[in-house]
């Protein structure tokens, strides 16, 4: 499909989803790409209340209405008492939105407020897309994908989870300008404050930081300077404080810190490895940039998700994986063995070269707009649905 191409009709695609920066990130590049080539498509997102898309959506330029709904709790807590209330009360308001806006086109992201309403417009006989960016699908996009008309993944394999006719391996979308890292090095080692004689070590946690991680490298401060390694350390906002009193505890030293990092473009750009959690998204943007990285996959996720996120990269000798009750003892040892290995470094980069998509936010805006022209072609699922209750009078 030619970018700039009008539909017959105005355009109307509802994107579903959020919750954490790995769902959120790439619903607004999709919305970005679909804009790209349909400049006046009305896009609406649907996230869930309280959570980080209800303010990062509008602050990328689209309106978004926020559902009551949540997440079943690990532990035992009363919050789950209210569980089936919370996704009685969602599908209701799925319905409704769905009923009003008449999308052309439904695309799920995954995150609490996708399955509500991927749901309701399966109901109304509405075009859904889901895109799932994890090698192993969570149980709520596994019975959703029975409901889809197309799927986009990001591994190969996936047909053990959805139906094979369904499925395209587009890659994850990634923000452009956090992977436009050519020829930044040198003002992001000025940005940071660091040295171009001595190797970067980025870590982060993702948005919202990972406790062992950052205990692990907070321990390992004194012989991270020692091996002369330069620190870029992104805490998340919940550990920062405790970084801080560690990196003044330590003295003084090469490195940055916060609980943020706004220019991620920098902090690849500088960094000769990566230590990261291996949610699906972050894999996307590391293999992307194509920088050495070792994965801490969290043991938090359902099926061990980031596991099987880093192990596609490992199984083709493109990464390291350490297990997460092995960062304190092991971290500064995995770090050195390969930091210090041009030649292991290299092999890494050619490797991750072959593995990572570019352009997926584009090819999946592409799917998307054939299922809506479709859908507009043949009346809409909503003149469709009427012709149906005409026909039976």
């Known amino acids: 499909m030619e970018k700039h191409t009008q539909p017959a009709q105005s355009l109307k695609v509802l994107i579903a989803g959020g919750g954490t920066g790995g769902h959120v990130f790439p619903a607004i590049a999709i919305a970005h790409a679909i804009r790209q080539r349909v400049y006046n498509a009305r896009i609406l997102f649907v996230g869930a209340k309280g959570r980080m898309e209800m303010h990062k959506v509008p602050q990328a330029g689209f309106h978004i209405i926020g559902l009551d709904i949540a997440g079943l709790q690990r532990r035992l807590t009363w919050k789950n008492l209210l569980l089936p209330w919370k996704l009685m009360k969602s599908l209701a308001g799925a319905r409704k939105i769905v009923k009003r806006f008449r999308p052309d086109v439904v695309i799920g992201v995954g995150g609490y407020a996708s399955g509500p309403v991927v749901w309701a417009a399966a109901r109304q006989k509405q075009p859904v897309l889901i895109q799932e960016q994890n090698s192993w699908p969570g149980i709520t996009n596994k019975i959703l994908g029975k409901k889809a008309d197309k799927i986009c993944v ?11 006719e369904k499925i395209y391996i587009t890659g994850n979308p990634i923000r452009r300008e956090v992977t436009d890292i050519e020829g930044k090095r ?7 404050g660091l040295d171009s004689d001595k190797p970067v070590l980025l870590v982060t946690g993702g948005s919202g930081g990972a406790r062992s991680i950052n205990e692990g490298v907070a321990h390992n401060l004194e012989a991270l300077k020692e091996a002369g390694i330069q620190l870029i350390w992104q805490t998340g906002a919940f550990y920062f404080e405790a ?6 505890a330590a003295g003084e030293n090469k490195l940055y810190v916060n609980a943020f990092i706004d220019r ?14 291996a949610g699906a998204i972050a894999v996307s943007e590391i293999s992307s940039v194509k920088k050495p990285a070792i994965f801490i996959p969290s043991p938090n996720v359902a099926e061990d998700h980031q596991t099987k996120n880093a192990q596609a990269l490992v199984n ?10 092995q960062v304190q003892d092991h ?29 997926a936010a584009d090819v999946i805006a592409g799917i998307a707009l054939e299922l809506a022209l479709k859908n507009q072609s043949a009346g809409g699922a909503g003149e469709k649905n009427n012709k149906r209750k005409t026909q039976k009078k």
């Open 154 to 164: 990001a591994y190969e394999g996936m047909d053990a989870f959805f139906p094979k």
């Open 331 to 359: 971290l500064v040892k995995e770090v050195s063995a390969l930091i210090f290995d041009e030649n292991k470094k290299q092999r890494f980069r050619e490797k991750l070269a072959g593995l990572s998509y570019l352009n």
């Open 243 to 248: 970084a801080r009193e560690a990196v003044k």
């Open 316 to 325: 083709h000798n493109a990464a390291v994986l350490l297990k997460d009750n």
């Open 186 to 192: 040198e003002d992001a080692l000025h940005y940071f």
């Open 264 to 277: 991620m473009d920098y902090a690849y750009a500088a960094a000769d490895v990566v230590v990261s959690r």
